[in-house]
């Protein structure tokens, strides 16, 4: 596993806007603002110096007189990734990674599992949770994800069929992907869909280059039992529990 998948431990004591951020409360400089503003105590004592540390075991942090703790537990989330990011926590030439777009402060140690290419849009699931994220990339788990694939060309019935019977890529042969051809656009150009339980670099892009249908747009639409559905580009949100136990469930063998 790439060291993406290493948990920071917590640093205790932290300081103040610090754990104000990770409780969600605003951004590190929004909660340094609430706390020049006065509206942050410790201990039910105002605290507006920002060098000030807590200890979130033991002191009681309050906004506006609202007690903060932070996010316990593992966290799920899906982010719908635009085109243009990397999938990656950080890059050291500072091109957008998906990083920026997810709520790394608010929970330290978040990974997204596995990955998609920088322009290849959709559902990218992130957790904190660094046992499920192995598992579910493990590939005895099958986790299946599904693709709709814009691609040069009309694919004939018989192109297709060799997807559905399993390609042989040059780092071995695929598994058999459900294949459906959607549309034909006028411009000599068609819509697939795609579905495969395995995640090969670039898998789906070679898949089409290798019946001689080259991908112009790639998206993912759903991701084991997750679905996008109506979640905006370059927007999150959190699993709700019925998803987390569905992806428990896909994963318990
Ligand atoms: N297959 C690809 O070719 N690219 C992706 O980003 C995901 C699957």
């Known amino acids: 596993m790439s060291d993406t998948m290493h948990i920071p431990e917590q640093p205790f004591p932290m300081r103040l806007q610090k754990f104000l951020a990770r409780a969600g409360v605003a951004s590190r400089r929004g909660s340094e603002d609430l706390m020049t503003a006065g509206r942050v105590s410790v201990n039910g004592v105002v605290v507006r110096e920002l060098g000030s540390k807590v200890d979130p075991k033991v002191d009681v942090v309050r906004v506006d007189g609202r007690e903060v703790h932070l996010a316990d537990g593992a966290v799920y989330l899906m982010l719908n ?9 950080s890059d050291p030439y500072e091109r957008p990674c998906v990083a920026n777009l997810v709520p790394i402060e608010r929970y330290p140690g978040l990974f997204p599992v596995g990955r998609l290419d920088q322009d290849t849009t959709g559902l990218l699931l992130f957790t904190t949770d660094g046992d499920m994220g192995q598992r579910l990339l493990h590939p005895k788990h099958h986790v299946a994800k599904t693709y709709r694939a814009h691609v040069d060309g009309v694919p004939s019935e018989a192109q297709l069929d060799e997807l559905r019977r399993g390609i042989v890529l040059d780092d071995g042969p695929c598994q058999p992907a459900d294949v459906v051809l959607d549309r034909k656009r006028k411009d000599n150009t068609a819509d697939i869909t795609i579905r495969i339980r395995e995640g090969r670099k670039r898998q789906v892009k070679r898949m089409c280059s290798a019946i001689h249908h080259p ?16 979640l905006a580009a370059g927007k999150w949100r959190l699993l709700s529990q019925e998803e987390v136990a569905a992806l428990k469930l896909i994963t318990k063998r």
Do not use: Q, S
């Not at 991908?215 to 109506?230: A, K, Q, S, T, Y």
């Open 81 to 89: 990734k635009p085109a243009g990011y990397l999938t990656t926590m």
């Open 215 to 230: 991908v112009l747009e790639l998206h993912r639409d759903i991701f084991g039992p997750l679905e996008l559905g109506n």
